[in-house]
């Protein structure tokens, strides 16, 4: 080499050139740079040798440091280092003979036997041993050994770790590891030709000869797993995302929702939609206020003239100089006065004027209910005006008692009324309750609360809404009264003329020892002292129906006209008699 570093070559040192030897053809010199350590990569041809018996203990060691990063060394039988470790060396050899260039070419041995490779004959093979041809080299000095050119080669050490290989720049040839074992020699081949192999300190052996570790495919499995997750998690992540904004948003697009088109709105006349569209102009809500109290009610128009029909505790709060303001169905307001009233009835009577257009509401005939017919009740409850409800006649001749606060018993209502099971709440008192053909067979007056003793609503404190017992003055009794306030200001009350016991706790009205102030209990020259009745008399029936104490037999009595007849069943000394009257009239309070 050109720049004065020993190039090591390994050759007999007596061999004779032989022809053979003399047709390798001299590799041309290398451009290694200045510092002469190009890389020359050589072919060299592949010889068979075969071994005289004579010679069988001679050995060739042909060994070439070819500067391109990899040691070429030509196997041949070599004396193994005692008790020291070999490792196969794992590439292919070269073969410098004697008088060739060091920069010449060399061509790689294959392991596969050469067919056209010539013959040396056995005489050439034999050569004495090898001498050392420099001194040791103390950078090449193994710490376990002493160097010299017929040295094994140094034991292979791998990396902990692959090392990515670095751009090095030309000719450049990495220094060789410490620590190497010995490569064992490879046997010549019998019959054939002897391998050579080029040593490759990086490289695996196997079975003696270099061989470039198979690259180790790193298993995918878990990449993928991983990956399947995470795309998992993602989606699931978006789809969560989606799904909760469609929820909130009602979709990702404008929602038309499918709806039928306007179509006829008329209803049939028997229908509730059909009574109460031709009933609600003719029903009123009142506000009335005076006294320190405010209530508010319902009633409905009786004619053109503005005269109102509606319950006596409505307006009982404007008697003396209260206020009362009518809101018809429209909107529309009008002050009102009382025309005539009566506790015993719990009607009355208010009138509007300078209202014009006004509709009456037909009445019907209460006598001919029956129990199951269908009703709708309208009203104001709770203040909340122009309600519609709806059901049935669930009883008929019901016997209520509303009022009494006074305790006089002179503002107790007895009512022989009907029960419906349409709502009726606070508010309602007053308003109608129609039949199937809008006519009007009851004036709602009063509820029976869940859990309390009295009846009546309207404007009464604390009371609960409707359990579906509500009760109204049938209408035959309340036209009579309406217009007997109407024309004279006052309503008459029929009478049979007798003081009854309302201490009594027996079945029946019994007719008392005395009546009030001291008076007699039965009116002299009145009904029931014309049709024979005594003091201490028990009457049980009225007309064939059973009554069971005073207030039930006010109610029968009041369900009638003065004038009217009735035929009375009482007991008499643990007798039964009947006794036919005809009913007096009293003047209404």
């Not at 052996?205 to 998690?233: D, Q, Y």
């Not at 257009?357 to 009445?363: E, I, R, V």
């Not at 006649?393 to 006074?406: D, F, M, Q, V, W």
């Amino acid at each position: 080499m050109n720049d004065g570093k020993p190039n090591w070559w390994s050759r007999p040192s007596t061999a004779p050139e032989t022809p053979e030897a003399a047709r390798i053809p001299s590799p041309p010199p290398t451009d290694g740079g200045d510092d002469g350590d190009g890389d020359f990569p050589l072919p060299a041809p592949q010889p068979q040798v075969e071994a005289a018996a004579a010679s069988a203990e001679a050995e060739t060691v042909v060994e070439a440091v070819v500067e391109t990063g990899t040691t070429e060394i030509a196997d041949a039988p070599r004396p193994a280092a005692p008790e020291q470790e070999t490792v196969p060396a794992p590439a292919p050899a070269v073969l410098l003979t004697k008088g060739e260039p060091a920069d010449a070419p060399v061509t790689p041995v294959t392991d596969a036997p050469v067919a056209d490779a010539p013959q040396v004959a056995p005489e050439a093979v034999a050569q004495p041993a090898p001498q050392p041809l420099h001194a040791p080299d103390e950078y090449r000095t193994p710490p376990y050994g002493e160097p010299g050119p017929w040295a094994p080669a140094p034991p292979v050490q791998h990396p902990a770790a692959s090392v990515p290989p670095q751009a090095q720049p030309q000719g450049h040839v990495p220094p060789v590891p410490p620590q190497q074992a010995a490569v064992p020699p490879v046997p010549p081949q019998q019959g054939g030709t002897a391998p050579w192999m080029q040593y490759d300190p990086w490289g695996g052996a196997v079975g003696g000869i270099g061989v470039a570790p198979a690259p180790v495919k790193k298993s995918r499995k878990g990449l993928a797993l991983a990956g399947a997750l995470v795309f998992a998690l993602v989606t699931g992540v978006i789809g969560g995302g989606i799904g909760a904004y469609v929820e909130r948003n009602g979709g990702l697009t404008t929602v038309e929702l499918p709806q039928a088109d306007g179509g006829d709105t008329d209803r049939a006349p028997e229908s509730v939609a059909g009574i109460a569209a031709a009933a609600l102009p003719g029903v009123v809500t009142l506000h009335v206020s005076g006294g320190g109290s405010s209530g508010t009610g319902t009633g409905f128009v009786l004619d053109t003239k503005g005269h109102i029909l509606t319950n006596n505790h409505v307006v009982d709060a404007a008697e003396s100089s209260g206020d009362i303001t009518v809101t018809f169905s429209s909107g529309e307001t009008a002050r009102a006065k009382i025309v005539g009233k009566d506790t015993g009835y719990d009607l009355a009577v208010v009138q509007v004027t300078g209202v014009s257009g006004l509709k009456a509401l037909p009445l019907g005939n209460s006598d001919n209910v029956r129990v199951g017919d269908p009703v709708v009740a309208i009203g104001a409850p709770f203040d909340l005006s122009n309600t519609v409800t709806s059901g049935i006649i669930s009883a008929k001749e019901r016997p209520i008692t509303a009022g009494g606060e006074k305790g006089d018993g002179t503002d107790i209502s007895y009512v022989d009324a009907l029960q419906t099971d349409a709502p009726i709440n606070p508010g309602n008192s007053g308003g109608p309750l129609l039949d199937s053909k809008g006519r009007v067979i009851g004036i709602n007056s009063a509820i029976r609360a869940a859990g309390g003793s009295g009846d009546g609503d309207g404007g009464s404190a604390g009371q609960p809404g409707s359990i579906g017992l509500g009760f109204a003055i049938p209408i035959n009794q309340g036209k009579r009264v309406a217009e007997e306030l109407i024309n004279t200001g006052k309503a008459t009350h029929p009478v049979i003329g007798v003081s009854l016991d309302m201490q009594f706790n027996g079945d029946g009205a019994r007719v008392g020892e005395k009546g009030k102030d001291g008076a007699a209990s039965v009116t002299p020259g009145g009904p029931a002292a014309a049709a024979g009745l005594r003091p201490g008399d028990v009457i049980t029936k009225v007309d064939g129906q059973r009554v069971h104490n005073g207030e039930e037999l006010i109610v029968k009595i009041r369900a009638h006209r003065p004038g009217d007849k009735l035929r009375l069943t009482l007991t008499r000394d643990g007798k039964e008699l009947t006794k036919t009257l005809t009913l007096g009239s009293s003047q209404g309070t």
